[in-house]
């Protein structure tokens, strides 16, 4: 079926079937159709003018409006000269591997002149994700909302709002992100950070030449709002608050959690957080700035600054001419390293639990994993200087194997049975050197090389634990799963005790998540049921240690059933 644009203003609020009108899309019953042309786009912000890669020329990327059991056909058409994939952050993909879309990973990247149609269905999902470019650190510009409603006649567990709206968090670079990489790359040091963070692609007032780049949201007294926050952020975690106003979180990684009211919250890259917003019964005669700024535990550089946008409440007919005399309240956010807030907060979150939602933690373990993550280093090319660590480059690493991204997808090798000189089916599950992972670092900092994967039969139930080192300094790490979601079952500083630390895990009503913040100098311990037949990725959401290697593959093999093998790959497979 044709695409067509509907070029009518989104509004959640109104009748469905006009699905969005920020992308090429057109509802057919339960199979919904989008087009994503990935263009050049000039982009203004902070007096700065570049070109950089877009879909359908937008900054921030389309909205994509599906209801849980939809069908999902969205095709690509690469444009520009970058290689692109896209993927679906957070959609678990049952049987359609084939669209999950990191490069290399479940399929070879779409080239110039090329398109690719993605196809999969929302199956048991419904909630907040997103979509973003899979490749390289393109995802810098290529991203956007994806909004799961739930089945027809199905209520939220919690208030209707009325009105719902995305709230997407970025950073912007004046530079050419992928010349700031590659140079990274090269010298062995880490990447220069970026200009401003972003809110709905808008830096917002508190930057130089951006107050007309200003996110407004205007609101209505005594109303709810459905603020659904997302951080696609390159490479920070965020707090974000919202001066003189409460905010109930209610969902986490679209899944419904017990519903806590907080006045800031955090999120990592890969996150997403739905809040509710309850408005003032009155016309506060006031102005307020929601704010984000990085919460950073490492010793690397970041962009220590502060993305605002305005909450504006319509004024009574009356006033109107007051508009400019009102004062404008900021809000309080936590210290820059404040790590005792963060454990908090997330301690906070736990699953709804209810009779229509459960929380089925897996009760036993079929296999037991432990994986150290952080950073190290590797010897410098030869005849080249690097700005690492006493003249080595940085690296990352699980279990101190640093990923090399092979040249053909991980998927197609296993699927065509042609894994030989692609990956190796022996990625550690202990790390190789035990030692003290949170206390004086070891004498040797270097990481091994290597594209491995570990292999699970259909149906295992798996308990990870993911344990922070301290060889480069203590850092929290977002790790991102693909393919699934997990239950976060403990969390703890120091070093993980195998023996006393799981008498304490929360088997009842652990919050179920796709992304999970590595505690910095800590642990965190999660269970799956690995029941989705494929290749799966798994790495670091701070994009500069994706790029160091900081990520790993699961393959878990086909059930016996038909409903439990792979699929056939799609006609139109890109080839590398």
Avoid at 357 to 367: E, G, I, L, M, S
Avoid at 472 to 494: K, M, R, T
Wanted: hydrophobic share 40%; with cysteine; aromatic share 12%.
């Amino acid at each position: 079926m044709a695409t067509k644009s509907l070029g009518v203003v989104f509004s959640l609020m109104t009748t469905f079937c006009l699905l969005l009108g920020l992308g090429q899309a057109k509802e057919t019953g339960k199979t919904r159709h989008y087009r994503f042309d990935i263009k050049l786009q000039n982009v203004t912000r902070l007096c700065h003018t570049k070109s950089m890669v877009t879909v359908n020329g937008q900054f921030p990327g389309p909205r994509i409006v599906a209801r849980e059991g939809d069908r999902l056909l969205i095709k690509v058409v690469n444009h520009v000269q970058n290689n692109i994939s896209i993927h679906w952050h957070g959609i678990r993909q049952l049987q359609s591997g084939w669209a999950d879309g990191p490069a290399y990973i479940t399929q070879c990247p779409i080239q110039t002149g090329q398109s690719y149609v993605y196809n999969f269905t929302v199956v048991g999902q419904r909630g907040t994700l997103f979509w973003h470019a899979h490749i390289s650190w393109l995802r810098a510009t290529v991203y956007g909302p994806i909004i799961i409603l739930p089945k027809n006649n199905v209520a939220y567990p919690f208030t209707k709002p009325y009105k719902e709206v995305p709230i997407i968090f970025g950073e912007w670079f004046n530079a050419d992100t992928e010349a700031i990489i590659n140079q990274a790359l090269q010298t062995g040091g880490g990447p220069n950070v970026s200009d401003a963070y972003t809110i709905n692609g808008l830096p917002g007032p508190l930057y130089n030449c951006s107050s007309k780049d200003t996110f407004k949201l205007r609101v209505k007294p005594g109303k709810t709002y459905l603020l659904r926050l997302i951080n696609a952020a390159l490479n920070d975690e965020l707090f974000f608050s919202i001066a003189n106003h409460s905010l109930t979180v209610v969902e986490a990684d679209a899944v419904y959690v017990k519903p806590f009211e907080t006045q800031t919250l955090l999120i990592t890259p890969g996150q997403t957080t739905n809040v509710v917003l309850k408005t003032k019964p009155f016309f506060p005669n006031a102005a307020f700035m929601m704010s984000a700024r990085p919460y950073a535990t490492g010793l690397g550089t970041f962009d220590n600054s502060t993305v605002a946008g305005i909450l504006d409440y319509e004024l009574p007919s009356e006033s109107k001419s007051t508009i400019h005399n009102l004062p404008l309240f900021k809000p309080s956010l936590p210290a820059l390293n404040d790590t005792t807030f963060a454990t908090r907060f997330t301690a906070r979150l736990r699953s709804l639990g209810s009779e229509q939602y459960p929380a089925n933690v897996p009760q036993r373990v079929d296999k037991r994993f432990f994986f150290t993550v952080g950073l190290g280093t590797s010897p410098c090319d030869q005849n080249q200087t690097c700005q690492g660590p006493n003249g080595t480059k940085f690296s990352a690493s699980i279990n101190n194997v640093s990923f090399v991204q092979p040249t053909t997808s991980l998927l197609q090798a296993h699927f065509l049975g042609r894994s030989n000189g692609v990956y190796s089916p022996y990625f550690p599950t202990n790390p190789i050197h035990w030692f003290n992972y949170t206390g004086t670092p070891p004498n040797n900092t270097m990481v091994s090389n290597g594209t491995k994967v570990l292999v699970l039969p259909f149906n295992t139930s798996v308990e990870l634990v993911m344990q922070d080192t301290s060889i480069l300094g203590a850092e929290s790490h977002p790790l991102h799963l693909h393919g699934f979601n997990f239950f976060i079952v403990g969390q703890g500083f120091g070093n993980f005790d195998p023996k006393n630390d799981p008498k304490n895990f929360n088997l009842v009503d652990p919050v179920e998540r796709n992304t999970v913040g590595v505690p910095s100098g800590g642990w965190v311990a999660v269970r799956f049921l690995a029941d989705n037949p494929g290749v799966w990725f798994m790495h670091c959401h701070l994009e500069v240690h994706t790029s160091w290697g900081l990520k790993m593959a699961w393959l878990v093999l086909d059930g016996k059933l038909p409903n439990q093998k792979l699929l056939l790959p799609p006609a139109d497979l890109p080839k590398c």
